[in-house]
């Protein structure tokens, strides 16, 4: 069992192949594209549901923030609907290597940065040093606010990675067990039960991507205005 | 009698699968184009039936999305088959 408990996170390929490919293109299916007023009804929720989320999105930066409104939007449904894919019996879920989320990660964060630094240097370079520091911490503490800013694609690239793999692992662990004991039986129902909520609480990995577009908003926020 | 003459002389590269009869089969798939835009073309060809068939109408239900997602199921399994055999039924894992 614990061979075959990591094989699902290996990348998938096929006589030589490279399946990730298809596989990462495949959510991009499921999101049709129509000119028209009115759609079926498939577009129509979707539209809908993007509507809702970049309204209460995109409503806080000002202007200059606002044109990465389609760059976001496309990141919260890609990782959306990856995760989401993710929770099929059997399928891969290219969100839980962390090469990809350092990809997506890094790029982000660091056009965030340099555009507060090339258009509001004085007030990025501020940053470093909260107000109000007695004069002898102030060395310390622009290491320590240095340190802070580089650690933040990092922790965007391993917070989703690490949430992602370890409800996974944990869904397979608990089915293991549920079918390991069904031949003693009370025990059954309850683990059972656990899985089911564990189901339902994975599936708020749409709340990952939340956190995950979210944090990078905060961040592009901060980095544009303040 | 009329119709049967003139729908056998349709030239066998403009039939469709379900009306090539099965000695002619052979000679139709070598007919077929196997150029990378023949194919991309067939994949779109069946894409648009699929989706003007079940997703593109009035009232779309849930079985269009869910085909799509069992088919994906499916392919998946067979893809981690060859690791998924070791796994039947069996006293210790």
Redesign the interface.
């Known amino acids: 069992m614990n061979e075959n408990l990591f094989a699902s996170f290996i990348t998938p390929m096929m006589f030589g192949l490279p399946l990730i490919t298809l596989i990462v293109l495949f959510p991009s299916l499921l999101f049709p594209t129509s000119s028209r007023l009115v759609n079926n009804r498939l577009i129509s929720l979707q539209q809908w549901m993007l509507q809702l989320v970049s309204k209460q999105m995109m409503s806080i930066p000002n202007t200059k923030g606002q044109t990465w409104a389609l760059m976001l939007m496309s990141l919260i449904l890609f990782i959306g609907s990856t995760n989401l894919l993710g929770l099929l019996p059997h399928s891969f879920t290219p969100t839980t290597q962390l090469s990809m989320n350092l990809g997506m990660a890094i790029p982000l964060w660091a056009g965030a940065v340099i555009t507060g630094f090339r258009n509001k240097t004085k007030a990025s370079l501020a940053h470093f040093l909260p107000q109000g520091t007695p004069t002898p911490l102030i060395p310390m503490l622009v290491i320590i606010e240095t340190i802070s800013l580089f650690i933040q694609p990092v922790a965007l690239a391993v917070r989703l990675t690490a949430n992602i793999t370890a409800g996974h692992l944990l869904i397979h662990l608990i089915g293991g067990a549920t079918l390991a004991l069904m031949s003693i039986n009370t025990t059954t129902a309850l683990i059972t039960f656990i899985i089911l909520i564990l189901l339902t609480v994975l599936e708020f990995a749409v709340a990952m991507i939340q956190a995950y577009v979210f944090t990078l908003l905060v961040s592009l926020y901060l980095h544009d205005n303040t | 009698s009329q119709d049967s003459k003139m729908a056998s002389v349709v030239p066998l590269k403009e039939k469709k699968l379900l009306e090539v009869k099965l000695g002619e089969l052979p000679s139709w798939i070598l007919m077929r184009d196997f150029t990378p835009s023949g194919i991309a073309g067939a994949f779109q060809r069946g894409?648009y039936r699929y989706?003007n068939k079940y997703?593109?109408?009035?009232?779309?239900s849930i079985a269009?999305?869910s085909m799509?997602?069992a088919a994906?199921?499916f392919l998946?399994?067979c893809?981690?088959y060859k690791?998924?055999k070791?796994?039947r039924l069996r006293k210790y894992?």
Do not use: F, T
């Open positions: 894409y989706y997703v593109n109408v009035k009232k779309g269009g999305l799509v997602l994906y199921v998946n399994y893809r981690s690791e998924l070791h796994e894992h």
